[in-house]
């Protein structure tokens, strides 16, 4: 996968009103791992919803050129989000028009969502 550049857009756990974001940080670190133990590059894009998400991502997509783009399911599954992904797929379209848009069941197999689609691209 060598080249190969990832965006995850989702959800800072932090940020999350009466959230106990342990769980979901330590997940997110084993996705990090799992993204060297693939020698794939990625860059995390983590929104907090009281601030400007939609800005969030179109500048993390305009950062660099991504071969795919994953969209975490703490946007994608949470019902009252559902305006947000809808924006968070389209702006990946007009933005980053070349990157897949790939799918995590968990912040911990994210590369392995993005690795589905970059072996398509190979």
């Known amino acids: 996968m060598t080249g190969a550049r990832v965006l995850v857009v989702g959800l800072d756990p932090a940020k999350i009103p009466g959230f106990d974001p342990e769980p979901v940080q330590a997940a997110i ?64 379209r007009q933005h980053a028009p070349g990157a897949a848009i790939a799918f995590n069941g968990s912040p911990d197999d994210t590369a392995d969502a993005a690795l589905r689609w970059l072996r398509r691209q190979d």
């Open 29 to 92: 670190a084993l996705g990090e791992a799992r993204f060297g133990e693939l020698g794939i590059e990625a860059d995390w894009c983590l929104l907090a919803l009281d601030g400007d998400p939609e800005g969030e991502i179109v500048e993390a997509l305009r950062g660099n050129d991504y071969a795919c783009v994953v969209i975490g399911g703490g946007i994608r599954k949470h019902e009252p989000l559902l305006e947000l992904f809808e924006k968070a797929v389209n702006l990946v």
